[in-house]
């Protein structure tokens, strides 16, 4: 990675560590995944990665009016952005559930959809739906093998065809997530998908064929998109790749996405001849990535003694010493995985042609907005 790429006019003002946004690479990456897409109409794009409305926003300016949410406060983000479709990807439990009836009154012109692996959790869904006189439309959560979530494969058409029965849920599809898809081969990725697409092709069309409704079937994640998008004409759903990481960078090289944000830090102490250290703790950037939790751009050859709250103690090969930073420099460095990273600011800095535009809060970060 290139400093000069991060680098901007202003940084030397800007309090670190902080999280930077790059608009630019993220308007490319946004083209690249309605390029694999053929088209933003089959996109359903998660917006975890980075809860912000303005991301959103930017993407309805290319065309993609879908999106996908893991709380009811980016559900709400994206409704309030004019988002036409709107899936709540989480299991809805507890009070989401009145919470989702709510968001679906307060925001008529946007279409909600839940998604579910319970049958009693549905069950209640139901009643609270009929007695608000409404519908939940509901997509049956599949376990595509990532035994996270999901209705196991063999019991999916049986438990799809009892809830279509209950009052108040109106069932309009499957939500395929294959989130353990990690393949960094991607002929090998290829091989998982197809397997997986051929598991769910023949319920599809035993639903409808029998004359239920099953028009919604959103699949995938960044790294399988591609790979579905040759299979089948039903949605997908990347999300990462929006803003990249450097995690999915080095594990996926045949994804062409680029990492659109950075976490500006300054050099705060210099440890002899071959160790430096930052004021990017564990407070600054995602800390479930190990042993590094972010790429030092134009010091990728850089590793992580410690890292504490507040500091993070990084050494230098010996060849390299002679790299050595000085206090108060200015460094970037790419989060090893962006979206917990995100969630960590309250507002990012945006830049826009090698200088600062703008600041975009992060709409989502809190679970409640409103609702």
Same mark, same amino acid.
């Given at each position: 990675m290139n400093k000069t790429r991060y680098s901007f006019e202003g940084e030397e003002s800007v309090i670190s560590p902080q999280l930077v946004y790059y608009k630019e690479i993220i308007e490319e990456n946004?083209?690249?995944?309605?390029?694999?897409?053929?088209?933003?109409?089959?996109?359903?794009?998660?917006?975890?990665?980075?809860?912000?409305?303005?991301?959103?926003?930017?993407?309805m300016q290319y065309g993609i009016d879908r999106f996908k949410c893991a709380t009811i406060a980016e559900a709400e983000m994206c409704a309030a952005a004019g988002a036409k479709k709107v899936t709540l990807a989480y299991p809805l439990v507890g009070p989401n559930i009145p919470r989702f009836l709510t968001l679906a009154k307060t925001f008529p012109e946007t279409e909600f959809f839940a998604i579910s692996d319970c049958t009693e959790q *549905?069950?209640?869904?139901?009643?609270? @739906?009929?007695? /608000? !006189?409404? %519908?939940?439309?509901?997509?049956?959560?599949? &376990?595509? =093998?990532?035994?996270?979530?999901?209705?196991?494969?063999?019991?999916?058409?049986?438990?799809?065809?009892?809830?279509?029965?209950?009052?108040?849920?109106?069932?309009?599809?499957?939500?395929?997530?294959?989130?353990?898809?990690?393949?960094?081969?991607?002929? *090998?990725?290829?091989?998982?998908?197809? @397997?997986?697409? /051929? !598991?769910? %092709?023949?319920?599809?069309?035993?639903?409808? &064929?029998? =004359?239920?409704?099953?028009?919604?079937?959103?699949?995938?994640?960044?790294?399988?998109?591609?790979?579905?998008?040759?299979l089948n004409r039903d949605y997908l759903s990347p999300g990462t790749c929006v803003i990249q990481d450097a995690g999915y960078a080095a594990a996926y090289p045949d994804l062409p996405f680029e990492p659109g944000a950075a976490v500006l830090t300054r050099v705060i102490s210099v440890q002899g001849?071959?160790?430096?250290?930052?004021?990017?703790?564990?407070?600054?950037v995602a800390t479930d990535?190990?042993?590094?939790?972010?790429?030092?751009?134009?010091m990728e050859y850089a590793t992580t003694v410690l890292q504490n709250e507040e500091h993070w103690?990084?050494?230098?090969?010996?060849?390299?010493?002679?790299?050595?930073?000085?206090?108060?420099?200015?460094?970037?460095?790419?989060?090893?995985?962006?979206?917990?990273t995100s969630a960590l600011y309250p507002s990012v800095p945006v830049i826009e042609k090698g200088k600062l535009t703008d600041w975009w809060e992060v709409t989502a970060r809190n679970r409640k907005l409103s609702i």
């Amino acid at each position: 990675m290139n400093k000069t790429r991060y680098s901007f006019e202003g940084e030397e003002s800007v309090i670190s560590p902080q999280l930077v946004y790059y608009k630019e690479i993220i308007e490319e990456n946004i083209q690249r995944m309605i390029s694999y897409a053929e088209g933003p109409e089959r996109l359903w794009p998660h917006v975890k990665t980075h809860k912000m409305a303005e991301v959103v926003k930017l993407q309805m300016q290319y065309g993609i009016d879908r999106f996908k949410c893991a709380t009811i406060a980016e559900a709400e983000m994206c409704a309030a952005a004019g988002a036409k479709k709107v899936t709540l990807a989480y299991p809805l439990v507890g009070p989401n559930i009145p919470r989702f009836l709510t968001l679906a009154k307060t925001f008529p012109e946007t279409e909600f959809f839940a998604i579910s692996d319970c049958t009693e959790q *549905v069950e209640l869904a139901a009643m609270a @739906a009929v007695k /608000e !006189q409404t %519908e939940i439309q509901m997509l049956m959560d599949v &376990d595509t =093998g990532q035994h996270r979530t999901g209705v196991p494969m063999e019991q999916v058409e049986a438990v799809y065809r009892q809830w279509a029965k209950l009052p108040g849920i109106c069932m309009r599809g499957m939500h395929c997530y294959d989130g353990h898809r990690h393949e960094s081969d991607c002929q *090998v990725r290829n091989r998982e998908v197809t @397997a997986l697409n /051929e !598991q769910i %092709e023949p319920m599809k069309h035993a639903l409808r &064929d029998s =004359g239920m409704d099953c028009g919604i079937i959103i699949f995938g994640g960044t790294p399988s998109f591609p790979c579905h998008q040759k299979l089948n004409r039903d949605y997908l759903s990347p999300g990462t790749c929006v803003i990249q990481d450097a995690g999915y960078a080095a594990a996926y090289p045949d994804l062409p996405f680029e990492p659109g944000a950075a976490v500006l830090t300054r050099v705060i102490s210099v440890q002899g001849e071959d160790t430096f250290t930052l004021d990017m703790g564990t407070k600054a950037v995602a800390t479930d990535p190990n042993p590094e939790r972010a790429v030092l751009v134009g010091m990728e050859y850089a590793t992580t003694v410690l890292q504490n709250e507040e500091h993070w103690v990084v050494k230098l090969p010996p060849e390299h010493r002679a790299d050595m930073p000085k206090v108060g420099d200015v460094m970037f460095a790419v989060p090893m995985h962006v979206c917990p990273t995100s969630a960590l600011y309250p507002s990012v800095p945006v830049i826009e042609k090698g200088k600062l535009t703008d600041w975009w809060e992060v709409t989502a970060r809190n679970r409640k907005l409103s609702i």
